[in-house]
């Protein structure tokens, strides 16, 4: 029976005035930039915890895995919840390397704003950029904290100029430090003009007049910052053409409407590891992030077309799922709640699966701890309990008023292990703890090889698969055993072939099938992410483009949807090695059908065996992906850091040296990285370290393959 969609009682309105006072915001940078130590003294200042937690004594609330302790990063997307000012801060520490950036998209999908964490001697580093660039394709505000100021070589000016060149925004600096490195003791707020300064021992900041060996600056800068709001803001510009200067309140509403549209990017700084600049940081996440309903409605498809629901506690309930995690106590699936109210209780449908789920508990989320609540409203980050099924990207509802929201992309996993129980008896419980990983995890994929029979596993990197193993080792107790790590491979041509005829005809009683296509296959340059419909962009490295030139009617628009259906098919395994092929256009050019015998199956069919004829008629290339490798070594090791990537196929594109230290860019198969971190560390005794961004695919050298050779 059908039910009309519930709507909330009146009582409510007073729920959505608390929401202007939420901000759901996720702290983003690259890795060892601070930013779970940036997490840590915020908790510690807004009273959530009682103690400061440190990276390095594996002491941290939201580090909580005993593999993100052992390694001293984060690996998982932590959520946590603080007051501050009389507003509720939900908060998600991501992770900074480049493996575990699936995690970072999924996090950015369901967060309003978030803090850039940046290091003051190293400014932007490629993860930092990448991880801007994905709050760019989710619209999600920022503001920037230049953490590490206290350390040697450490230059407000310099990273900010990094910030302007690298990420292409207008940062608004709003505080001048005051002391440099290790003598790095406070900040001049240049909107109030006032000193706060922290000393050893105490944790609150000591507010007092701008010292007067930087009174001169400190105006300057704030005639700065005054200049360049009035360039980006027309009522700042307003009130500065009438007065030549910006009061506090204007210069406030300016920098929070520029952060909102992102304009404009407000710039703090200060030192985490020392606990100084962390309240103004709180201070203007308050000021200038958005609340829930600061934020556009959130769009969805309800079968009918596009709708859209503000975050209202009123309105029929809608919730994203960006994390599943197992745990001894229960399945745990976390939500952002967009829309609605959710009482313990409900039951609601997880639309994509068309099965209803019922939600025993709500939990309000302190990393690993979780507090048992009653209800979460529109704007709520929470954890639940109770659905068996939904995955991460999953749209729960109302049943009465279903709604399917966007879910956060996945990228295409790059690098793949095979994995076996080194004990018979365990096959089948590695199978079951391999199904709960993948469901974890949906940038991790598992599939059988055909032709093997062996159990691989793909992900994002070396990193993400070690850590994914380790799991299982240390959860399970199981013995795994791990083939080396393989590529995912693609394939190309690079000379096609024309005129191409083939003809299916068969007959083995009824109704026969028959399809008559004559195709044109050449080379598509990758020229641009998206191309046409179906195709992806070349980061994925999968590009195709089916055309029709067919005239006169000779093969039917139905027919011809069946013939490019089919040559998609073709394009999972190419002639060399049965790898995915990229990076070609097909025309169907003529063909013939038969009154009685041709179908949409026959021509299909016709399709994907006309074009593996071609693909083994044509010239064809093996592709491998390449990454983008940055390394941080020191001046005396650049010799056989250079040395050993030229040996490793790598092409250096750019170095810069800077206080004794080398940065080295190449691009580099990412077949040839396998074991390069010990490689690295054996030839800078230590010191050095790099990461890796994904580029795209590249042609792999035509004699045979090295040590990443596809598995198969």
């Given at each position: 029976m059908r039910t009309e969609p519930r709507t909330r009682p009146a009582g409510t309105q007073a729920t959505a005035a608390v929401l202007t006072a939420v901000r759901n915001l996720g702290i983003l940078a690259h890795v060892d930039a601070g930013k779970t130590t940036v997490t840590e003294r915020i908790l510690y200042l807004t009273g959530a915890t009682h103690k400061r937690g440190e990276v390095h004594h594996g002491t941290t609330v939201t580090d909580f895995d005993p593999q993100e302790r052992d390694r001293?990063?984060?690996?998982?997307?932590?959520?946590?919840?603080?007051?501050?000012?009389?507003?509720?801060?939900?908060?998600?520490?991501?992770?900074?390397?480049?493996?575990?950036?699936?995690?970072?998209?999924?996090?950015?999908?369901?967060?309003?704003?978030?803090?850039?964490?940046?290091?003051?001697?190293?400014?932007?580093?490629?993860?930092?950029?990448?991880?801007?660039?994905?709050?760019?394709?989710?619209?999600?505000?920022?503001?920037?904290?230049?953490?590490?100021?206290?350390?040697?070589?450490?230059?407000?000016?310099?990273?900010?100029?990094?910030?302007?060149?690298?990420?292409?925004?207008?940062?608004?600096?709003?505080?001048l430090p005051i002391g440099q490195e290790d003598g790095f003791t406070g900040v001049v707020d240049l909107l109030r003009m006032r000193a706060l300064t922290w000393a050893d021992g105490h944790n609150g900041a000591l507010e007092g007049p701008v010292p007067a060996e930087l009174l001169e600056e400190?105006?300057?800068?704030?005639?700065?910052?005054?200049?360049?709001?009035?360039?980006?803001?027309?009522?700042?510009?307003?009130?500065?053409?009438?007065?030549?200067?910006?009061?506090?309140?204007?210069?406030?509403?300016?920098?929070?409407?520029?952060?909102?549209?992102?304009?404009?990017?407000?710039?703090?700084?200060?030192?985490?590891?020392?606990?100084?600049?962390?309240?103004?940081?709180?201070?203007?996440?308050?000021?200038?992030?958005?609340?829930?309903?600061?934020?556009?409605p959130v769009r969805g498809t309800d079968g009918g077309g596009e709708q859209r629901r503000a975050a209202d506690?009123?309105?029929?309930?809608?919730?994203?799922?960006?994390?599943?995690?197992?745990?001894?106590?229960?399945?745990?699936?976390?939500?952002?709640?967009?829309?609605?109210?959710?009482?313990?209780?409900?039951?609601?449908?997880?639309?994509?699966?068309?099965?209803?789920?019922?939600?025993?508990?709500?939990?309000?989320?302190?990393?690993?701890?979780?507090?048992?609540?009653?209800?979460?409203?529109?704007?709520?980050?929470?954890?639940?309990?109770?659905?068996?099924?939904?995955?991460?990207?999953?749209?729960?509802?109302?049943?009465?008023?279903?709604?399917?929201?966007?879910?956060?992309?996945?990228?295409?996993?790059?690098?793949?292990?095979?994995?076996?129980?080194?004990?018979?008896?365990?096959?089948?419980?590695?199978?079951?703890?391999?199904?709960?990983?993948?469901?974890?995890?949906?940038?991790?994929?598992?599939?059988?090889?055909?032709?093997?029979?062996?159990?691989?596993?793909?992900?994002?990197?070396?990193?993400?698969?070690?850590?994914?193993?380790?799991?299982?080792?240390?959860?399970?107790?199981?013995?795994?055993?791990?083939?080396?790590?393989?590529?995912?491979?693609?394939?190309?041509?690079?000379?096609?072939?024309?005129?191409?005829?083939?003809?299916?005809?068969?007959?083995?009683?009824?109704?026969?099938?028959?399809?008559?296509?004559?195709?044109?296959?050449?080379?598509?340059?990758?020229t641009a992410e998206g191309g046409d419909e179906g195709a992806s962009g070349a980061d994925s490295g999968t590009l195709f483009e089916f055309r029709s030139a067919v005239v006169g009617g000779r093969v039917p628009q139905e027919y011809v949807r069946a013939v490019e259906a089919g040559c998609r098919d073709a394009l999972a395994e190419g002639p060399l090695g049965g790898h995915p092929v990229t990076g070609l256009r097909v025309t169907l050019t003529d063909g013939a059908t038969h009154p009685k015998d041709s179908s949409e199956m026959a021509f299909r069919t016709a399709g994907r065996l006309a074009l593996r004829e071609a693909l083994r008629a044509a010239a064809a290339a093996l592709l491998e992906p390449v990454v983008e490798l940055t390394a941080t070594v020191p001046e005396d090791a650049v010799g056989g850091v250079l040395g050993d990537l030229a040996a490793r196929r790598g092409r250096v594109s750019g170095s810069t040296t800077r206080g004794g230290t080398a940065v080295i860019t190449a691009t580099v198969p990412l077949a040839e990285l396998f074991g390069y971190a010990t490689r690295l560390r054996g030839r800078t005794q230590g010191r050095g370290t790099f990461t890796t961004r994904p580029t795209g695919y590249a042609p792999a050298p035509q004699q045979g393959t090295t040590a990443g050779t596809p598995l198969r």
């Open positions: 001293g990063i984060t690996i998982f997307a932590a959520a946590v919840s603080c007051d501050w000012d009389g507003h509720r801060i939900n908060l998600i520490d991501t992770p900074g390397h480049v493996d575990f950036s699936d995690e970072v998209e999924r996090s950015l999908r369901v967060l309003d704003g978030a803090v850039a964490v940046f290091d003051a001697v190293a400014g932007v580093e490629p993860q930092s950029e990448s991880v801007w660039r994905k709050a760019d394709r989710h619209g999600v505000p920022r503001i920037a904290f230049v953490n590490k100021l206290d350390r040697t070589g450490a230059d407000l000016d310099s990273a900010v100029d990094s910030i302007r060149r690298r990420l292409h925004p207008a940062p608004l600096v709003v505080q400190a105006r300057q800068r704030r005639r700065l910052l005054e200049e360049a709001v009035a360039e980006l803001h027309p009522g700042a510009l307003e009130e500065f053409c009438e007065h030549s200067a910006l009061s506090a309140p204007t210069l406030a509403t300016a920098l929070r409407e520029l952060t909102r549209t992102g304009e404009g990017l407000v710039v703090l700084c200060g030192s985490a590891y020392r606990n100084r600049g962390i309240e103004p940081l709180l201070a203007a996440v308050v000021a200038y992030l958005p609340s829930p309903l600061d934020v556009p506690p009123a309105a029929p309930f809608a919730a994203l799922v960006f994390k599943v995690n197992s745990t001894a106590t229960g399945r745990l699936t976390y939500l952002r709640v967009y829309s609605g109210t959710l009482d313990k209780g409900e039951v609601v449908l997880d639309v994509g699966a068309r099965r209803t789920e019922r939600i025993s508990r709500i939990l309000r989320v302190q990393a690993d701890r979780h507090a048992e609540v009653d209800r979460a409203v529109a704007g709520d980050i929470v954890a639940v309990i109770g659905p068996k099924a939904a995955r991460a990207g999953a749209t729960l509802c109302l049943p009465a008023a279903p709604l399917l929201l966007e879910p956060p992309s996945v990228a295409d996993p790059v690098v793949s292990v095979a994995v076996e129980a080194r004990r018979s008896t365990d096959t089948d419980q590695l199978a079951a703890a391999l199904a709960r990983l993948v469901e974890e995890d949906p940038s991790l994929v598992l599939r059988t090889d055909p032709e093997t029979g062996q159990t691989v596993l793909s992900g994002m990197g070396e990193l993400h698969l070690e850590v994914a193993v380790e799991k299982i080792r240390r959860a399970q107790g199981l013995e795994v055993g791990v083939g080396r790590p393989k590529v995912s491979y693609r394939e190309t041509v690079t000379r096609g072939v024309s005129g191409l005829l083939y003809r299916h005809v068969k007959q083995d009683g009824g109704a026969g099938q028959f399809a008559h296509v004559v195709l044109d296959l050449e080379p598509l340059a990758a």
